[in-house]
C-alpha cells in the first residue's frame, strides 16, 4: 500500500511572487537585494554579502527592507522585521544568502501595494532606494 501526502502551506498569509529591487540594513550595514516574494506578514530576500559579513544570517536578528519609490509607492516603504528563515551560498564576490523575514508589523500603504500587485498581471517597477 502506498501512502501519500498533500504539503500544506501553513504560512498565515499568501505569498506572492515578485521580482524587485530593495535595500536590506542590519546594524550600520546596507546591502543591495532582490525581493523574491511577498506577503502581509514577511518577505524572502536574496543578497550578495561580503564572507566577512558575520550575523546577517543568524535568525532572530532585526533588519530593516526598504522599497523605492514607484507605482502605487508614493515615497520609499521601510519595514522593519526579524530573520526567520535562512539559506546561504558561496559565489566569487561573497556569500549569497536567503532570507525568509517576518515584518513586525503590516502598515496599510504594504496592504495597497500587495493587492495592487495581486491585481496587476506584471509587477509595477519601483527605484532602489538611496
Not at 516603504?77 to 536567503?98: A, D, E, M, P, Q
Request: aromatic share 4%; glycine share 10%; proline share 3%.
Amino acid at each position: 500500500m502506498v501512502k501519500s501526502r498533500i504539503l500544506q502551506d501553513n504560512r498565515r498569509q499568501a505569498r506572492i511572487s515578485v521580482n524587485l529591487k530593495c535595500r536590506l540594513k542590519y546594524y550600520d550595514k546596507e546591502y543591495d537585494a532582490q525581493m523574491l516574494d511577498l506577503s502581509q506578514g514577511g518577505t524572502l530576500l536574496s543578497a550578495t554579502v561580503l564572507m566577512s559579513d558575520e550575523g546577517i544570517n543568524k535568525w532572530g536578528r532585526k533588519v530593516t527592507v526598504s522599497l523605492g519609490s514607484g507605482g502605487i509607492l508614493n515615497a520609499p516603504l521601510t519595514l522593519s522585521g526579524t530573520i526567520k528563515r535562512n539559506s546561504i551560498g558561496i559565489s566569487g564576490v561573497g556569500k549569497v544568502v536567503k532570507l525568509g523575514i517576518e515584518f513586525d508589523d503590516t502598515p496599510l500603504i504594504l496592504l495597497r501595494f500587495i493587492s495592487s500587485l495581486s491585481k496587476s498581471a506584471g509587477t509595477p517597477d519601483t527605484e532602489t532606494p538611496d
